[in-house]
Structure formats: C-alpha cells, structure tokens
C-alpha cells in the first residue's frame, strides 16, 4: 500500500491498486482492505474506486459482493473502465468474471450491451466455445437490443469457422446491413 501511495504522491497514478485489492480479498484481509479503499478514494475518487473494487470481487469469485456494490451504489457505466476490465478478462480467459460482469451491468445505466457483448463473443471465440456464443446470442435476443453488424458478424464468424449454422436472424440481418452499404 506504501508503494502505490508514494506512486500516487510522485505521478499522480495508483499503478497495481487493482492487483493489490485482489490480494487482499484474497487473503480475507477485511481491515486492510477497508484503508485501501479509503486510500483509493482519495488517490482515485469513490466511483474509479468502486469499479475496480467491483472487477476485484469478479476475479475471486465474490460475485454477490460485487452485485451489492452495483445495486446499492447506483453506479452509471463507465464504458472505459467496463472495457478495460473485458479486456483483462480475454486477455486472461476469465470466462466466469466477465459472464458475470454481463449479468450485473444489465441494469446499469448508460451501459452499452452491444460492447459488453461483443467483448464476451470475443472471449469465446479465442476459446472456441460456439456453443457460449450461441447462449450470449439468446441472452441478447432476450434483453431486447439490437446488436451491431460488427458484433454479429464476429458471431457468424465464430459459428462459421466451427462449422456450425449461422441462425437465420442473424443472415437476414447482416445481408439487410449489406445491402444498405452498396
């Protein structure tokens, strides 16, 4: 903790907060992770605070803590932070964390559910999972938006190279999303 406040006091930058929130979840060390917060806080701001607070509880599994602090704090989606943490999440394979993540951010305001989806077909199309994708795409049908043609084009592409059929809402869209381009 040393470390990143004298980080924060000499270039105005909290490097690892992230990680160190990690490990002290980890480790169950409430009281410590408590004065990082307050740290984090002051260094950060309460909201970037939260988030990374949030995206910690995803990665070790702390799912109702991080749906708590969702719920209770009322936060507006910053797409910069949802997508950093989307990032760690492919860049990891933390398949559960980022599903998760998905699940909670459905209510948040201002959360764009085109990106947070394109970014978990992301992930399943590095693990070649056609079947996940198959799921996210009832799961986007159930929420109701419309999907961009950059992400249903990934989701042909994933179902296309595992030799599986693209549905044909899917088609229909993408070839209506052609046309209109010539």
Not at 34 to 57: D, H, K, P, W
Not at 61 to 87: D, F, H, M, P
Not at 151 to 157: I, K, V
Request: with cysteine.
């Amino acid at each position: 903790m040393d470390y990143i406040e004298d980080c924060y006091a000499r270039f105005e930058m909290a490097p690892r907060f992230y990680d160190l929130l990690v490990k002290l979840i980890e480790a169950g060390n409430t009281e410590q992770l408590q004065t990082a917060m307050e740290c984090g806080v002051q260094m950060l701001g309460n909201r970037n605070s939260l988030y990374t607070l949030i995206f910690a509880f995803l990665t070790t599994g702390k799912y109702n803590q991080a749906k708590s602090i969702i719920e209770t704090s009322e936060l507006v989606a910053v797409q910069a932070r949802l997508q950093w943490y989307a990032r760690l999440c492919i860049r990891m394979g933390l398949e559960e964390p980022l599903e998760k993540l998905i699940e909670l951010s459905r209510n948040m305001l201002q959360c764009n559910r085109d990106q947070m989806y394109h970014h978990l077909l992301t992930l399943y199309a590095k693990t070649k999972d056609w079947q996940k994708c198959m799921k996210a795409w009832s799961s986007i049908q159930e929420e109701g938006f419309k999907p961009t043609p950059r992400t249903l084009r990934l989701l042909a592409h994933v179902l296309k190279t595992n030799g599986q059929p693209i549905p044909l809402e899917v088609s229909s869209i993408l070839e209506n999303d052609n046309a209109g381009e010539r």
